[in-house]
């Protein structure tokens, strides 16, 4: 139970030797595409789930901004993917940053929406 204190922080230290900035340069679209998917994919997996719950859209919207903050498991199959040779240092380096911009903007986005509406998700 205690060991993940002890783990975690290596893990972090090893993506992070592994991160390469330049890469992001070589072909900016890459990032811009998986940044993009990223957002969608959870809004829209979000919003798809409308007719099985009962939370209107702004609960919906809430919701999504939330599933955006959420980058360990991402980081984690980035780095597993990476170091078997299944994805380029481009698109590792671009998931990575993706995690990083996703966990960034969550409190822009849904600080506004809960400062409006402080008992939206009661």
Known sequence: KYLFIFVIPFFFVS?????????????PKILIIIISIAFLGKFIG?????????????KLYIVGCAMNSRGAIELALALIAF?????????YSGLIMMTLI???????????????????MN
């Open 83 to 91: 170091r078997t040779n299944l994805i380029p240092i481009e698109i």
């Open 46 to 58: 979000t919003f798809l789930s409308k007719p099985f719950t009962k939370l209107n859209w702004k």
């Open 15 to 27: 993506m992070g030797l592994n991160f390469d900035p330049s890469a992001l340069w070589v072909n």
């Open 102 to 120: 996703t966990t960034i903007i969550f409190p822009f986005l849904i600080v506004p929406l809960i400062k409006k509406n402080p008992k939206i």
